[in-house]
């Protein structure tokens, strides 16, 4: 929770790494599935942020659930978008029980002039069920 309403946190807030912040979420049309949020790259060396536009959030806490769900692994990589692909995330298990997700924050269309990536690690089971809940939460909170 920010000052500004609910937010999730992803990633080391330590010095050096990357966290995201997901926050701001708006409703930019009156009754329509429009869903808005910023998300924001902080760390020692990036300060970037840009607005994502989901339909109904894109499914991505569901995404981030069938993660979870899978948590002995399923090889190769599995992706995720948002509809304006300001936010996409790709996801690999590896061995251990980890899962890699690879966050890309992307410059608005038309212009797309630049595209930032940061990866972070989850144990794979309680963990990713605990970050698609919060993203679940986040997303499906009241917005005015």
């Known amino acids: 929770m920010t000052e500004d309403g609910p937010a999730v946190r992803v ?3 330590g010095p050096r790494p990357v966290h995201l912040l ?8 009156e009754n329509d599935p429009t869903l808005d949020f910023v998300v924001k790259a ?12 989901t339909w109904h959030g894109d499914g991505l806490d569901t995404f981030l659930s069938s993660l979870a769900e899978d948590f002995r692994g399923w090889e190769g990589a599995r992706a995720w978008r948002s509809l304006e692909r300001d936010l996409t995330i790709s996801a690999e298990h590896h061995s251990g029980g980890y899962v890699h997700l690879t966050w890309g924050i992307h410059d608005r269309p038309p212009s797309e002039e630049w595209h930032f990536e940061t990866t972070t690690v989850h144990a794979a089971g309680e963990e ?16 005015e």
């Not at 902080?42 to 536009?53: A, D, F, H, N, P």
């Open 11 to 13: 990633g080391d807030t």
């Open 22 to 29: 997901f926050s701001e979420l708006a409703r930019p049309f």
């Open 42 to 53: 902080r760390g020692q060396w990036v300060s970037i942020e840009t607005l994502v536009r």
């Open 128 to 143: 990713m069920r605990n970050l698609a809940a919060e993203l679940h939460t986040f997303l499906t909170s009241t917005v």
